[in-house]
């Protein structure tokens, strides 16, 4: 049987990462990121909010993990639901919920609910 392994299939199931990033940037100087970042996505992840600055060409997980925001996960693959989030503003920056998304989180996405892993950023967040 041939079988592929990815990083998150490696996880023991009772581990869940909450990682926070570690910079060299000294406190109080804004870490530079080489592509722009558009602001104005405030999501909630088990009772914190958090202002995301979201960077073209990655997802919503990727994008606040650059920003040293500690958003839980495990999967980055949209099968566990640990990185599951809240949206309070900016939903329309964001591409419509994909199919693993709507599979795992079902009528959640109707009320605001996202898999950070999953939720990209859409056409009118870059149109001008």
């Not at 600055?53 to 958003?71: C, T």
Request: glycine share 10%.
């Amino acid at each position: 049987m041939n079988r592929k392994l990815t990083v998150g299939s490696l996880v023991p199931s009772s581990v869940v990462v909450n990682q926070q990033h570690k910079t060299s940037t000294p406190p109080g100087i804004p870490k530079t990121v080489s592509r722009t970042a558009i602001s104005g996505i405030r999501l909630i992840q088990d009772g914190n909010v958090y202002e995301v600055s979201f960077i073209p060409g990655k997802n919503l997980l990727e994008s606040g993990l650059d920003n040293g925001i500690p958003l839980k996960y495990k999967c980055r693959k949209g099968s566990c639901g640990v990185c599951k989030i809240r949206l309070i503003s900016g939903a329309g920056l964001l591409t419509e919920a994909n199919k693993r998304e709507r599979k795992l989180l079902s009528d959640d996405v109707k009320a605001g609910y996202r898999l950070a892993c999953q939720a990209t950023m859409g056409p009118s967040a870059i149109d001008d």
